[in-house]
């Protein structure tokens, strides 16, 4: 069985200062990994994902994140924070059958990222 | 392009009433999960739909079922509601295959009084 876990429940920080969410994974199968944003009163965006290759991955809105095999760790970062990064973000991961994604994404609890002017 | 579209977005039910919530997979998508996501919580997996049959099922009990059509749209049916069972209920959409994105709708809000 997998499980995530978000270290931080909430991450308050300065607009342009720099922020990470950590995100911890646990599985006995490979993964996929993904972040997911949730903004006020909607469903949820995907920010970027990690199937394979380069252990660094770009997203949207100037997040990345790395992917840390012996760590098991997937951390999301962004150099400098907007106001309107203010939010929730999921971290996830996803079983792989053979070499296919099932779909079922197994999330954290969430960490709500607090800007402040 | 719509993407996944969720109906109705609000609803108000009382205990012991029946629900049913419903889902449009973004065009081209053949593979329907849904997520049901508490107040400050992550979303949990409810089940999984794909060629008209439940693929996967997530910790939840029989009172949670679900159908998918033809057309890939989908229904998920919540039978004796519960307080408990008050959430956000996400509809995410695949198309089957290695490393496809999954995405989201944008939600029904269910409160049972």
């Known amino acids: 069985a997998q499980s995530v876990t978000q270290l931080d429940s909430q991450v308050p920080v300065f607009e342009e200062a720099p922020v990470e969410l950590r995100c911890n994974y646990s599985s006995s199968v490979s993964v996929y990994l993904f972040w997911y944003v949730q903004y006020p009163n909607q469903g949820l965006q995907l920010l970027l994902k990690y199937l394979s290759g380069s252990t660094l991955v770009k997203g949207i809105n100037g997040f990345e994140a790395e992917f840390n095999k012996s760590q098991t760790s997937f951390h999301l970062r962004k150099p400098s924070v907007h106001i309107s990064d203010t939010a929730e973000y999921f971290c996830?991961?996803?079983?792989?059958?053979?070499?296919?994604?099932?779909?079922?994404?197994?999330f954290g609890q969430g960490t709500t990222l607090q800007v402040k002017p | 392009d719509a993407g996944v579209t969720q109906s109705p977005t609000h609803l108000i039910k009382t205990r012991g009433q029946q629900v049913t919530l419903r889902c449009s997979p973004k065009?081209?998508?053949?593979?329907v999960s849904w997520y049901q996501q508490a107040l400050g919580q992550g979303p949990q997996f409810i089940f999984q739909y794909y060629e008209e049959e439940e693929r996967q099922r997530g910790n939840f009990p029989d009172r949670f079922s679900g159908h998918q059509f033809p057309n890939y749209s989908s229904e998920l049916n919540v039978n004796a509601l519960l307080l408990g069972d008050s959430a956000l209920y996400l509809c995410a959409s695949s198309f089957q295959g290695a490393g496809n994105t999954i995405y989201f709708g944008e939600g029904s809000w269910l409160t049972v009084v």
């Open positions: 996830a991961v996803t079983q792989l059958r053979g070499s296919s994604n099932t779909g079922k994404l197994i």
């Open positions: 065009s081209g998508h053949d593979t």
